[in-house]
């Protein structure tokens, strides 16, 4: 008895023993757990620190550097004129020229060329693409114009007219060499405002898929002696190398008109830019496929110069349209309107003397009128309403009230 009692006891003091390392075990365990969870927060916001740590010092050095070349002297634009072994001449905007040196880090340079020169010693640091043809991209339409000859309206003599002189030289040259002879390079259009000029000139621009170039004639007159020539030599030199192109010179007559013995430096610089213009049309380097076409509403101010034969040779008038013509118009005016028991004939009748751009007018004021009522369709009473409405402010113009 007492050794079954003695083994029973050493029995259930092992089992006491294996339950306490049990329980150790899995506390252990536990607390291995506990401290890899904290580790893998631990890393993942450490690596969250790193990623910002990285973020701002990006932020910094970008800062930094930004700073950085504000504070650095900014660096003037010049022309090379001509090289002369490692130095060169050049030429600012100011039309001032210096003798200097070029850097060796810059090479290749050749006259003509665009540079960054040090505003204090003005030696050249650096070479930059030409930007001769960057100037006059702003006046370059590189999409076709959406205008056709379908939403001209009046102007059939015209059309014709433009088409025999830009139209078909571009489309069929050979017939041209066929027959021998040159045809011409470019027309006037001219005309009081609104009659349609510009939209026969984006309309052949259209017919011929040619580049469209347009300028108005004031934007050539240039500040400085020279820029304006330069200008134009650019805008014939990117016609060129886009060919076929038409070039549409509008109010050419604040470049072009009648020159003076006398006048002031601003005068004689208009009269060079007008001279270059001259030599681009009659230059050595024959234009090919490229067409002129200038427009005004002064022709009567116009130097002769321009409209002698070889140069803008044929002059076409774009007067104001006929009953025929103003009835046409309306039409494409009106091809979109929603009308209900308009007489377009009465309409046009009543329209005497309206220029086509006046006629725009008085279809959409009619259409304004309609939807002052609620209404979804223009009436002949609209139109009535808009033909007074636009001719009493031709007539406010005219008499100088519009602007009081």
Known sequence: MEKEAV???????ETIAGQDIDAEHKALLESMERLEEENRIIGSTLNRVEEETAMLRELFNNANKELTNLKKPALLVAEV???IG????????????????????????????NVLVDQKTLNVVEKVHSTSNNDVEKFVIMDKPKENWKSIGGLKNEIEEVKE??????KNPKLFEKVGIQPPKGILLYGPPGTGKTLLAKAVANSTDATFIEVVGSELVQKFIGEGAKLVKDIFTLARSKAPSIIFIDEIDALASTRMDTGTSGEREVN????QLLAEIDGFDHLDNVKIIGATNRADILDTAIIRPGRLDRLIEVGLPDEEGRLDIIKVHTQKMNLQKVMLKKVSAKMQDFSGAE????????????????????????????????????EDEEDGKFFG
Do not use: H, W
């Open 7 to 13: 083994e029973k006891k050493v029995v259930y003091s």
């Open 81 to 83: 004129v001509s090289m």
């Open 272 to 275: 060079r830019t007008f001279m």
């Open 86 to 113: 490692d130095k060169a001449i050049i030429r600012l905007p100011n039309a001032n020229k210096f003798y200097c040196y070029v850097s060796q880090n810059v090479q290749d340079v050749r006259a003509g060329d």
């Open 165 to 170: 002189v830009i139209e078909l030289p571009l």
């Open 359 to 394: 006629i725009r007018a008085v279809c959409t004021e009619a259409g304004y009128f309609a939807i002052r009522e609620n209404r979804e369709y223009v009436t002949q009473r609209d139109f009535e309403q808009a033909i007074e409405k636009v001719r009493l402010q031709d």
